[in-house]
């Protein structure tokens, strides 16, 4: 049964849809069946894949909406053990119409019950809000990551999205688990940067992860060429910082062993 980890932050630019993708794919190139499943109507986690939104006929709205089972929709990408379950615009309207249906915040947690022992992952990318699909995804999900990026404004938003989180699970799931908080956009050469880290350290301790992920120029490139950054440069910063972060949640999970993790200058 695979696990279902959502990235969410209602606070945008933090890096949630860049840590979907390439966590994603790290999970996949160290071979274990990953599914990327974009539940952002700007579909960015479809298009930085290799997929143009406009060209999706069927996605995540289809599944949700009109009941299509989504082993219809997902499709492979170029990326082996990685597939996509993708996203287009249309999904803006399912928010609309979840209102009216029973259950509404567990439609997506039933549809990814029918493919979940497909996986050993299911990585779903969350929009900038906490609307009714952030609530079904994080109620769906078994745990959920948190991408907060080094600046100034780091922590805003951040207790809202903690008090979401567990009115979801005193309601709705139970089961959810905060897989960790993940820092992101680094540039050690900032004092800020090094005081946000301490800052975020201090107050969330053991729920945050040891890796870090640096500003890097090629997880910025990477989309426009509709690949994961491993694919775009393996040896990159970003590349490494995904790769390990994979690694630490596969330890976390107890599915590899500890090991150092990479660094790379």
């Given at each position: 049964m695979g696990?279902?980890?959502?990235?969410?932050?209602?606070?945008?630019?933090?890096?949630k849809t860049t840590t979907a993708i390439n966590l994603a794919a790290s999970l996949a190139v160290l071979e274990y069946k990953t599914l990327l499943v974009d539940a952002?109507?700007?579909?960015?986690?479809?298009?930085?894949?290799?997929?143009?939104?406009?060209?999706?006929?069927?996605?995540?709205?289809?599944?949700?909406?009109?009941?299509?089972?989504?082993?219809?929709?997902?499709?492979?990408?170029s990326t082996p053990y990685l597939d996509l379950l993708p996203s287009n615009i249309d999904l803006v309207g399912a928010e609309i119409e979840l209102l009216n249906m029973p259950n509404r915040e567990r439609i997506m947690q039933g549809m990814l019950k029918t493919i979940q022992n497909q996986y050993d992952f299911i990585i779903i990318d969350c929009s900038p809000s906490l609307g009714l699909i952030t609530t079904n995804a994080l109620t769906g999900a078994n745990s959920v990551i948190i991408p907060v990026q080094c600046e100034y404004f780091a922590l805003e938003g951040l207790?809202?999205?903690?008090?979401?989180?567990?009115?979801?699970?005193?309601?709705?799931?139970?089961?959810l688990e905060i897989e960790g908080i993940l820092l992101t956009m680094y540039d050690g050469?900032?004092?800020?940067?090094?005081?946000?880290?301490?800052?975020?350290?201090?107050?969330?301790?053991?729920?945050?992860?040891?890796?870090?992920?640096?500003?890097?120029?090629?997880?910025?490139?990477?989309?426009?060429?509709?690949?994961?950054?491993?694919?775009?440069?393996?040896?990159?910063?970003?590349?490494?910082?995904?790769?390990?972060?994979a690694k630490e949640i596969l330890q976390k999970n107890g599915l590899i062993e500890h090991t150092e993790t990479e660094e790379h200058a």
């Open positions: 696990k279902i980890i959502a990235i969410a932050n209602q606070k945008g630019g933090v890096g952002d109507p700007q579909a960015n986690s479809t298009s930085g894949v290799g997929f143009n939104p406009k060209n999706i006929r069927i996605g995540l709205y289809e599944c949700l909406v009109q009941e299509i089972h989504p082993q219809d929709v997902i499709i492979s990408t207790g809202k999205l903690l008090n979401t989180i567990k009115i979801i699970q005193n309601h709705l799931n139970k089961q050469r900032l004092r800020l940067c090094n005081q946000v880290v301490e800052d975020v350290k201090t107050h969330f301790q053991d729920i945050v992860f040891d890796c870090i992920i640096q500003r890097n120029t090629k997880l910025g490139e990477a989309p426009s060429y509709g690949i994961p950054v491993i694919q775009h440069d393996a040896e990159s910063k970003g590349s490494v910082g995904y790769l390990n972060l």
